[in-house]
């Protein structure tokens, strides 16, 4: 073999050993600044890692939690002998995608939105910037200048993103499961 054969094939193999070293490096060092990253928290203890769950705020058709309400407000207590206010049907809790730049906040990923079919899909995307979006696999396009309220009837079951059409970031799923 020939010196010129020779140098063409340790380049060749040096090249594939840099190329794999350097993305095994940014997979495994970078990928924490990634929107779907998991948060690993390091505690006190050596070796030992745990992760952070918050409570998520109700999404979709999902009640809030019994005693609390969107402003914080605290529920009045109802003592013995005093009659309970008839029953209200609960009103459903419209759900807000927040969208900053284009995308979701860089410390979550799309959000996560529930429905059945045939029921009436309604959530409030937050964005204090013009918006354009497109709900793929649904056909709906829209422009906003500011927050608004999206609905429209879930005319089929399935899983659709909602997609920023300048980006082409997902800031939403919806989840339309069959009817009840």
């Known amino acids: 073999m020939s010196p010129r054969w020779t140098d063409r094939i340790l380049g060749i193999v040096l090249g594939l050993v840099i190329g794999l070293g350097v993305l095994v490096y940014f997979v495994f060092v970078h990928s924490e600044g990634t ?9 006190g203890a050596a070796g030992q890692t745990t992760t952070t769950a918050q409570p998520e705020a109700p999404q979709g058709n999902q009640p809030a939690p019994a005693g609390s309400s ?6 009045e ?3 013995e002998g005093t009659a309970k206010p008839p029953a209200e049907k609960p009103t459903k809790q419209v759900p807000i995608v927040q969208v900053i730049g284009g995308a979701p906040p860089t410390d979550s990923g799309p959000k996560q939105l529930t429905f059945h079919k045939g029921e009436k899909v309604r959530f409030e995307i937050e964005t204090s910037e013009p ?3 497109e709900i793929r696999g649904l056909g709906i396009k829209q422009s906003i200048e500011e927050s608004s309220v999206i609905s429209f009837k879930a005319t089929k079951a399935g899983q659709f993103p909602v997609i920023a059409t300048a980006t082409l970031i997902g800031v939403a799923d919806i989840l339309v499961k069959p009817p009840r």
Not at 70 to 75: I, L, M, N
């Open 77 to 79: 207590p109802t003592g």
């Open 35 to 43: 929107i779907d990253a998991p948060q690993v928290n390091e505690s």
């Open 131 to 133: 918006f354009s979006f």
């Open 70 to 75: 969107k402003e914080g407000t605290e529920a």
